[in-house]
């Protein structure tokens, strides 16, 4: 692609997508492939991971030779701040730290020569973003797969984000294909932050059983909610729910929270389904643009098709 953004010019990207991250989907491996198709890849860490687990993983992201990000969760953070040394040690190109009190974390990452974005879901969360200190905003819209906020769908929330901040914007939510990534460059993004679109692809983490449920699901087949947060007794903040496939456990609890918060079982019973391979109990977190994730494919061949937004943006010239 000739296209050039913030994005592409500060990360010496040749496509202007960055792999979002994906706690247990991308790993340093996915990451690495990302980033050496020319984009720039991502290391999802969850609440479980260990420090020791985060420096493995940026060894074999940094193996590239190529700019590669880490994704955090601000509300795990202070369970285990041992985690965000980790990240700082490793010096990756770009850190993601979002859901929870972030605005502590900015100063220090920045001060370590990284660079800081956080995921908005409104625009109010996009200024506080801004006032925080951070290099750049994810808009990230209702749309998109795992946790975030469910208010806005990403292109309206793109439009104000983009009036209300001076910082680069990146789009999240529902962008899987090269007219996605075309539309939003289109609308004055700096470029996509993609997480559906690689989840088909050969060097994620997912379990076979959960990639299989990914490649058959239908643009119609997520769902939103708190239901596998309460289940598992994970403590995210209330206004970050998830968006999953859905399956027979969302379906039997959805609207009976309180209930599922003292059915004792419910943890245990979330992790031997996850364990055998059950996904009609166990979560397998997508987004909206699942429905064109339909076969297996190298994270470069994801990337590569992404390329042809140069094709649709100048087709009128």
């Known amino acids: 692609?000739?296209?050039?953004?913030?994005?592409?010019?500060?990360?010496?990207?040749?496509?202007?997508?960055?792999?979002?991250?994906?706690?247990?989907?991308?790993?340093?491996?996915?990451?690495?492939?990302?980033?050496?198709?020319?984009?720039?890849?991502?290391?999802g860490v969850s609440g479980a991971v260990t420090p020791a687990w985060i420096e493995e993983q940026a060894g074999e992201a940094a193996a590239s030779g190529r700019p590669y990000g880490i994704g955090l969760i601000a509300w795990t953070l202070a369970r285990d701040p041992a985690k965000l040394d980790a990240v700082l040690a490793a010096r990756p190109a770009l850190v993601s730290v979002s859901f929870g009190?972030?605005?502590?974390?900015?100063?220090?990452?920045?001060?370590?020569?990284?660079?800081v974005v956080t995921q908005a879901g409104t625009t109010e969360e996009a200024v506080a973003a801004e006032q925080a200190g951070v290099d750049a905003?994810?808009?990230?819209?209702?749309?998109?797969?795992?946790?975030?906020?469910?208010?806005?769908?990403?292109?309206?929330?793109?439009?104000?984000?983009?009036?209300a901040v001076?910082?680069?914007?990146?789009?999240?939510?529902?962008?899987a294909t090269a007219r996605g990534l075309a539309a939003v460059l289109a609308a004055g993004a700096e470029g996509a932050w993609v997480g559906t679109a690689f989840m088909g692809c050969a060097e994620t983490?997912?379990?076979?059983?959960?990639?299989?449920?990914?490649?058959?699901?239908?643009?119609?087949?997520?769902?939103?909610?708190?239901?596998?947060?309460?289940?598992?007794?994970?403590?995210?903040?209330?206004e970050y729910g998830g968006r999953a496939l859905r399956n027979a456990f969302f379906e039997r609890w959805q609207g009976r929270e309180e209930e599922l918060a003292a059915h004792d079982a419910a943890p245990a019973e979330i992790d031997a389904a996850r364990k055998a391979g059950d996904y009609e109990t166990a979560c397998v977190y997508a987004g909206q643009a699942v429905g064109m994730v339909r076969q297996r494919r190298t994270a470069a061949d994801v990337v590569a098709a992404f390329a042809d937004a140069?094709?649709?943006?100048?087709?009128?010239h």
């Open 310 to 316: 140069e094709r649709l943006l100048t087709r009128f």
């Open 101 to 115: 009190p972030y605005a502590e974390h900015v100063g220090k990452l920045r001060a370590a020569g990284i660079v």
């Open 166 to 175: 001076r910082v680069p914007v990146l789009a999240a939510g529902g962008i």
């Open 1 to 43: 692609m000739t296209i050039r953004t913030w994005l592409t010019d500060r990360f010496g990207l040749t496509v202007p997508v960055v792999g979002a991250p994906m706690a247990g989907v991308g790993a340093g491996r996915l990451a690495a492939a990302v980033s050496r198709a020319g984009a720039l890849g991502m290391i």
């Open 205 to 238: 983490v997912l379990p076979p059983a959960a990639a299989e449920r990914v490649l058959a699901a239908a643009e119609t087949d997520t769902a939103y909610g708190r239901v596998f947060d309460v289940a598992q007794r994970l403590d995210w903040p209330p």
């Open 137 to 163: 905003v994810v808009a990230r819209g209702g749309e998109g797969g795992g946790h975030g906020r469910n208010e806005v769908a990403t292109l309206p929330l793109l439009q104000s984000v983009l009036d």
